[in-house]
Every structure is written in C-alpha cells, then in structure tokens.
C-alpha cells in the first residue's frame, strides 16, 4: 500500500516557478509508475507528467513539456514536479498518483487507472 501526500503549493505570479513534492509513506515496490495531475473546478482531471520509476524516464503533457520537470529521489521515498514559467492557467489542484501494483503503467494519463492518490495541494497564479 502508498500513501501519497503533496506539498509545496501557494500563490504566486505569473512567470514565477514553484516545486511541488509528493512524499511517499509504505512500499511502492510493484507499481511500474507515478504521475502528477491537476484540476480546476467544473473540469476533468489532466495529466501532466508521468515518472517510470525504475528507470526514471518521464514524459509531459504537451502543454508543459517545455515548463515543467518531473524527477526523483528514490532514497528518500520524494517525487518532484519544477514548475517554471507559470501561467494563471495552471492555476489548479495539484496530485501525485501511482499506477496499480503487478501492471504495465497505462499509456496516457488515464486517471482511473491510477489507485493511490494524494489529497492535493492548491497552485495559484496570478497575472
């Protein structure tokens, strides 16, 4: 079992960066991959980027992919998303999930196929 939780929200100004970090507690020992998304009220939950957390290769969303960074520290059980340049549009609920345990990570960033999950943390960017 994980439990996720994230850190690092707040308010800043457009063209600011922040670093999120989702802390993991218990074994992810099993689970192919880890995945930051985002929400806003009255839409559906995006993906933004996505770790294999064996090797640690990641891919974004096109609209971050030349923005936002995701990494890890495996040591420490700490999953990072660097945003820079931010943009009021990113304003949203930031969550860390990790995929099922015994499966392939899903192409895509298809939420329902990700069974642990943070609770989120709150990014404001203001113009």
């Known amino acids: 079992q994980v439990q996720l939780q994230e850190s690092g929200g707040g308010s800043v100004q457009a063209g600011g960066s922040l670093t999120l970090s989702c802390r993991a507690s218990g074994s992810s020992f099993r689970r192919a991959c880890m995945a930051w998304f985002r929400q806003v009220p009255g839409k559906e939950r995006e993906g933004v980027a996505k770790?294999?957390?064996?090797?640690?290769?990641?891919f974004r969303a096109v609209s971050v992919r030349d923005r936002f960074y995701a990494s890890q520290d495996r040591t420490k059980g700490i999953w990072y998303l660097k945003m820079n340049n931010l943009e009021p549009g990113d304003t949203a609920v930031y969550y860390c999930?990790?995929?099922?345990?015994?499966?392939?990570?899903?192409?895509?960033?298809?939420?329902?196929?990700?069974?642990?999950w943070g609770q989120g943390t709150q990014v404001t960017v203001s113009s």
């Open positions: 999930a990790t995929s099922a345990p015994a499966r392939e990570c899903p192409s895509g960033f298809p939420a329902g196929d990700f069974d642990s």
């Open positions: 770790l294999y957390i064996e090797s640690g290769h990641t």
